[in-house]
């Protein structure tokens, strides 16, 4: 890929491991990666220097395609205008049609945490101006932080942003809760956390490539109608999935929340 890639927010979470992975794959020279950030120029950012931007307007006339990863609050501040190029957006609840106010071929895409060891899934939603060649460069710009796959509506990406989204939450989650059960049962803390690990790290790889099957490997789980079969029983009665659900429709709600609140502040800024 021979085209230069502007990221704001380029020392952030995910704009820094989109960088990296840009330089280590490699998908783009240093000399193709134009970064601006609120902290000013970080010579030692990154293993290879890369262009730094004096500001917005700046990086935009550096650069083809434009990636906006910073927090969705500080997105009107930018006052972004990119006319011509192509604006991908790692930012949750900020819509394609005020993206599109900046003048650019809007794509929005929501990358989750694991970007930083080029794990990814993100999946990522275009306007109607994108064009057949955007998508390729959007898709191999995100092969640099792991995989994706386009989605048809921005409801979709809302969605995705409560799921994949949410990266290794859910499972970190989980795993406190192993660990405080352990420790509070007096368990060494190097086997509790060797324990935990084992649970949600070791045994992921048994469903990778084949997730369809995770009612099947429960179920063959309750047909031992053993330890785990009776775990599995008691968590179903104190509501597991129920709290799962309830914490995709909250996470869900809040996204679309994020939507409405970005538009109401357009309209009050008259932007």
């Known amino acids: 890929m021979t085209m230069r890639i502007g990221i704001i927010g380029g020392t952030g979470w995910l704009g820094a491991a989109l960088v990296r992975g840009l330089l280590e794959r490699p998908l783009a020279a240093p000399a193709e990666i134009v970064v601006l950030n609120r902290s000013g120029p970080r010579p030692d950012a990154f293993p290879r220097p890369v262009i730094w931007a004096r500001d917005a307007d700046d990086l935009v006339a550096r650069s083809e395609v434009v990636v906006v990863s910073v927090r969705p609050e500080d997105w009107p501040a930018l006052r972004l205008r990119a006319e011509g190029r192509l604006l991908l957006s790692f930012m949750a609840g900020v819509p394609l049609d005020l993206l599109g106010r900046s003048g650019a071929r809007c794509v929005r895409a929501m990358p989750n945490a694991a970007a930083e060891i080029g794990a990814s899934y993100t999946p990522w939603v275009a306007d109607q101006a994108v064009t057949e060649a955007d998508r390729r460069t959007v898709t191999t710009i995100l092969s640099a932080i792991g995989s994706s796959d386009p989605v048809e509506t921005e409801a979709q990406i809302d969605l995705m942003t409560a799921v994949s989204g949410s990266g290794p939450a859910y499972p970190a989650l989980m ?97």
Not at 205 to 219: F, K, N, Q, S, W
Not at 232 to 239: I, K, P, Q, S, Y
Request: with cysteine.
């Open 175 to 271: 795993a406190a809760a192993i660990l405080e059960f352990l420790r509070a049962e007096g368990v060494p803390e190097t086997v509790a956390r060797r324990s935990a690990e084992a649970v949600v790290c070791g045994a992921a790889p048994l469903l990778a490539g084949r997730i369809e099957t995770a009612p099947d490997l429960v179920g063959t789980f309750r047909s031992y109608a053993g330890t785990t079969a009776a775990g599995l029983a008691a968590a179903e009665r104190a509501g597991f999935g129920d709290a799962l659900r309830a914490a995709l429709v909250a996470a869900t709600g809040k996204a679309r929340e994020m939507t409405e609140a970005q538009r109401r502040s357009a309209r009050q800024g008259g932007d």
